[in-house]
Structures are given as structure tokens and as C-alpha cells.
Nanobody, 126 residues
Framework: QLVESGGGLVQPGGSVRLSCAAS???????????LAWFRQAPGKEREGVSS????????YYADSVKGRVTISGNYAKDTAHLEMNSLKPEDTAVYYC??????????????????WGQGTQVTVSS
């Protein structure tokens, strides 16, 4: 089970830190390969935001958030985080964390992720 938290209403230019707590999984173990954050805005398709590969810590960021977002993991607590800064109204979406258990050349194929959280809403508005 994956549980996200940390969303809410944020003013443009503000920051938010999302957390993803895993239970029943051990991040950075033999049965988990990568964790990603996806988001879905109303009327839009789900898109990948950021991903971290456990084996070597390689991180990926979508072009739309590059330079404003940092993904990290606290494996001792089986928790991952997404720090988002300089938020824009277009960042408004439901944010999901997801766990992939297999290798992939591309970090943001949603169908390759086996486990998903319920999502947390981030609304950027003044």
C-alpha cells in the first residue's frame, strides 16, 4: 500500500512537500525497482513528474518541472518525497506515487507501475 500526504492549497510561487509512505513494501529492495510521482489535472491525461531508481539513485524529471522539483527517498522509513518549488497554477493536479517492480528504459510508462497510492490534491491558486 502506498499513501500520499502533503497536498493542499498553495499560492503561486510557493512550495509544497509531498510524501509517499509504503507499507507492505520495502523500498530499495529486491522486489521494488523504482518509484515515481505522476499527476493528473482535470480533463488531462496522467503524466509522469519525477522518478527515482533505487538501484543507483538515478532521478528523472519531466521537462515541465525540471529545476523546480526534487525527488528523494528515506529508505529507512520506506518513504519517498517530492519537493516542489516555484509552483504555478498549471501544477494544479492530483499527485500520485507509484511503485514499479520491473526494469524499464523509460521512467514514465504508467502501465509499468504495479502499485499506486490514492492521490493527494495540490491546488496552486491565489
Amino acid at each position: 500500500q502506498l499513501v500520499e500526504s502533503g497536498g493542499g492549497l498553495v499560492q503561486p510561487g510557493g512550495s509544497v512537500r509531498l510524501s509517499c509512505a509504503a507499507s507492505g513494501f520495502t523500498l530499495n529492495s529486491f522486489d521494488s525497482y523504482a518509484l515515481a510521482w505522476f499527476r493528473q489535472a482535470p480533463g488531462k491525461e496522467r503524466e509522469g513528474v519525477s522518478s527515482i531508481r533505487f538501484s543507483d539513485g538515478t532521478k528523472y524529471y519531466a521537462d515541465s518541472v525540471k529545476g523546480r522539483v526534487t525527488i528523494s527517498g528515506n529508505y529507512a522509513k520506506d518513504t519517498a518525497h517530492l519537493e516542489m518549488n516555484s509552483l504555478k497554477p498549471e501544477d494544479t493536479a492530483v499527485y500520485y506515487c507509484a511503485l514499479r517492480t520491473i526494469y524499464s528504459d523509460y521512467p514514465f510508462f504508467a502501465y509499468e507501475y504495479d502499485y499506486w497510492g490514492q492521490g493527494t490534491q495540490v491546488t496552486v491558486s491565489s
